[in-house]
């Protein structure tokens, strides 16, 4: 009877440390931003649109970890974010963004920006403005970065500028491919020259 009366009171001690972890320790914004989305259909078509009060629907010091299927790990982060619903998915608009790609051999590839757009159904990101990245011994720096997370790739283009161990080059796209380690160097126009 005594053995039972003490597993009794160890489960309950845990249940009463779980509530009061999740009522004091849990962010209560998260929760806030799904509450304040309304949605109402438009009579002019079948799409339904979000109402959003702006004040509510920020988040701060939102950060994602995704596991990626090539055992790779995808980190983003950022100061101020926005939870949007496009055609019935979450897309995370992004100020201040940090992100770390890291390959299953434990290399990484760090990216900041002012801004991203994050999707969370597949997690493809979308960087822009003041975007610096670092990659081994590369730096390269733009306006504009697409992480497609399915394929492994980064493109990087406008105003592209790349540092490396041979100098520093300027050309309109960077293409990197993340499982082969391949950057590829081009042009929007064909004629031109890196």
Same mark, same amino acid.
């Given at each position: 009877?005594?053995?039972?009366?003490?597993? /009794? #009171?160890?489960?309950?001690? /845990?249940?009463?440390? /779980?509530?009061?972890?999740?009522?004091?320790?849990? =962010?209560?914004?998260?929760?806030?931003? %799904?509450? $304040?989305?309304?949605?109402? @259909?438009?009579?002019?078509? !079948?799409?339904?649109?979000?109402? %959003?009060?702006? @004040? !509510?629907?920020?988040?701060? $010091?939102?950060?994602?970890?995704?596991? #990626?299927?090539?055992?790779?790990?995808? =980190?983003?982060?950022?100061?101020?974010?926005?939870?949007?619903?496009?055609?019935?998915? =979450?897309?995370?608009?992004? *100020?201040?963004? !940090?992100?770390?790609?890291?390959?299953?051999?434990?290399?990484?590839?760090?990216?900041?920006?002012?801004?991203?757009?994050?999707?969370?159904? $597949?997690?493809?990101?979308?960087? =822009?403005?003041?975007?610096?990245? %670092?990659? @081994? *011994?590369?730096?390269?720096?733009?306006?504009?970065?697409?992480?497609? !997370?399915? @394929?492994?790739?980064?493109?990087?283009?406008?105003?592209?500028?790349?540092?490396?161990?041979?100098?520093?080059?300027?050309?309109?796209?960077?293409?990197?491919?993340?499982?082969?380690? $391949?950057?590829?160097?081009?042009? *929007?126009?064909?004629?031109?020259?890196?």
């Amino acid at each position: 009877m005594k053995i039972f009366f003490q597993i /009794f #009171l160890t489960i309950l001690l /845990f249940i009463m440390g /779980f509530i009061f972890y999740e009522n004091y320790f849990v =962010e209560k914004e998260v929760n806030q931003v %799904k509450q $304040n989305i309304k949605k109402i @259909e438009n009579p002019d078509s !079948t799409e339904i649109q979000v109402e %959003k009060n702006d @004040e !509510t629907n920020l988040i701060k $010091n939102l950060k994602y970890n995704v596991e #990626l299927i090539d055992n790779g790990n995808y =980190e983003i982060k950022s100061r101020k974010s926005k939870i949007i619903l496009e055609n019935g998915i =979450e897309i995370v608009k992004m *100020d201040k963004v !940090t992100a770390i790609y890291t390959n299953k051999h434990n290399k990484k590839l760090y990216i900041s920006s002012e801004t991203a757009e994050f999707n969370t159904n $597949n997690y493809n990101t979308f960087f =822009e403005g003041n975007i610096n990245i %670092k990659f @081994e *011994d590369n730096i390269i720096t733009s306006d504009k970065l697409s992480f497609n !997370t399915v @394929e492994n790739v980064v493109l990087v283009y406008q105003n592209v500028i790349y540092q490396g161990l041979n100098g520093k080059l300027q050309t309109d796209n960077i293409k990197i491919n993340l499982m082969t380690k $391949n950057i590829e160097l081009f042009m *929007d126009d064909s004629k031109k020259n890196v």
